[in-house]
């Protein structure tokens, strides 16, 4: 199976390692690019660094939260360039979308389009004058609605890049934001450890036993080693079992019950995530730091 320059590229922006051994994973794997970073990660344990994906879209996070706590919309929105997101009227669209949808309730993002602006106007209309005053294709890329039956829900927006949406029970609307904010920073990929599936659990005990053996240690010292690494994991992505960003002494778990809150969910948006850059965008950077240097 041949192994193209941009999958090489692609797992080392994921993994941080050099080209041969990337090459070398891919071939192993036949191409396989999760196999591929589980084998790296089996090899070479603590170099591999998992990288957020690179990303081309830029764009804004729109938000609309109710007055009481009941109802919040997460929107984004994206451009072409930076500078165009930037602008006043790009964010205030990107607001006023948030709005629309907690108005309408559109099933999904298809629907959106459709639905009217405060300004009378669909948002369709609306983003087909965005385009031709700022010269850059827009588009509403996802959004998220809550509207808990009980408890209430809490945002925030980082720099216009990130959102948060939070559903929780107790607790004030500063705590709630906290948590939102928190969210944003630390990136936690679900509430608790029981939301964890046994099957990931089952994979990274796997790598960690691969890790593991390479010690030369005992089978019994090997296990306990395992099951520290994987408990530290759990805290690593599960939002109960991280440090609060504020106060590192204390665990989010630990905050929640202090306050008798609890939270139900959350989404976290950045803009641009999962979407591939084109093909001229690396070398357009390259050239840049080259200038800038």
Known sequence: MTITAAQVKELRERTGLGMMECKGALSETQGDMNAAIDLLRK???SKVEKKAGRTASEGAIGVYASPDRKQAVMVEVNSETDFVAKGDDFQTFANAVAAAIAKHKPVDVAAVGDIKLDSGETVAKTREGLVSKLGENISVRRFVRLAPAAGQVASYVHGRKIGVLVEMSGGDEGLGRDIAMHIAASRPECVSREQVSAELIA???EIFIAQAAESGKPPEIIEKMVTGRINKYLG???????????????????????????VTSFTRFEVGEGIEKKSGDFAAEVMAQVKGG
Request: hydrophobic residues 35%; proline residues 6%; charged residues 35%.
């Open 203 to 205: 994979k990274e005990k």
């Open 236 to 262: 690593e992505i599960t939002l109960l079992g991280q440090p609060f960003v504020k106060d590192p002494e204390t665990t989010v778990e630990k905050l929640l019950k202090k306050a008798s809150a609890t």
């Open 43 to 45: 090899k070479a344990g």
